[in-house]
């Protein structure tokens, strides 16, 4: 059985690489909603424009998590990621955590076919077909890494496929894969691994949820399309 699910999964993700900018032609807007705990705490959105081949995505986030009515932790931040048909050639990000700063600006070097990044946790090199690791791409499920869209790091992944289920959120059911990321590297530290799953709705190609658990229960979910 489990042999069949891999070859299932491979069948279905391997071969969806190709113009999957064309997935979001019709999307201006992403609105997932942040819960920890199952409380509210706050947003995560995405922006689409789009201007011949170029397409801008932007990405704004803020939440904060409190104890007692006193703040412990917040962050809010601003990204842009900039493709050329379907090859990301710029991303810059600045995020604050706790007002503290961390960013990413990263360009596509067309000439040595790979990404130079500057980011607070890493400044270096990286694959063409590295993710910037934001939920609304569904192209992040079928990567070998992510970049972290906070502080530019790279971190080795493994998707796994679990099944297919159906979940239902804000009065619509939908039908899902359900998968994990997973860091590849598993002697990381824990507070630096890649540990989530995803529910995936292949037929439109959209993240629905994605949850994990650090310091209490999170997850992001798609309230809305615009």
């Known amino acids: 059985m489990k042999k069949f699910l891999f070859l299932l999964f491979f069948l279905t993700y391997s071969f ?9 032609s019709k999307f201006n807007k992403i609105e997932m909603e942040i819960l920890r705990n199952g409380e509210l705490i706050g947003y995560n959105y995405y922006f689409f424009t789009r201007n011949g ?18 703040t412990v932790f917040q962050v809010e931040g601003f990204g842009e990621e900039k493709y050329f048909k379907d090859q990301l050639i710029s991303y810059n990000s600045k995020t604050y955590q706790n007002d503290k700063e961390k960013f990413v600006n990263l360009v596509f070097d067309k000439n040595k076919n790979e990404f130079n990044i500057k980011g607070s946790s890493y400044t270096g090199k990286a694959s063409k077909n590295s993710i910037i690791g934001n939920w ?9 890494n992510q970049i972290s869209p ?10 796994t496929f679990l099944g ?16 994990t990321i997973k860091s590849k590297n598993m002697s990381l530290p824990e507070n630096k691994r890649l540990n989530f799953h995803i529910w995936y709705d292949r037929n439109n190609s959209r993240i629905i949820k994605v949850s994990y658990s650090r310091m209490g229960n999170w997850e992001y979910r798609l309230k809305s399309i615009k």
């Not at 081949?53 to 006193?70: A, M, P």
């Not at 609304?136 to 070998?144: S, V």
């Not at 906070?150 to 998707?159: E, P, Y």
């Open 16 to 24: 969806n690489t190709s113009a999957h900018m064309a997935h979001y």
């Open 53 to 70: 081949d170029e397409t801008i995505v932007t990405n704004n986030i803020k939440f904060s998590v409190k104890l007692f009515g006193t």
């Open 136 to 144: 609304w791409n569904h192209k992040i499920l079928e990567a070998d």
């Open 150 to 159: 906070i502080s530019g790091s790279i971190k080795d992944q493994v998707v």
């Open 164 to 179: 297919k289920e159906k979940i239902t959120l804000y009065g619509k059911t939908y039908e899902v894969d359900h998968l």
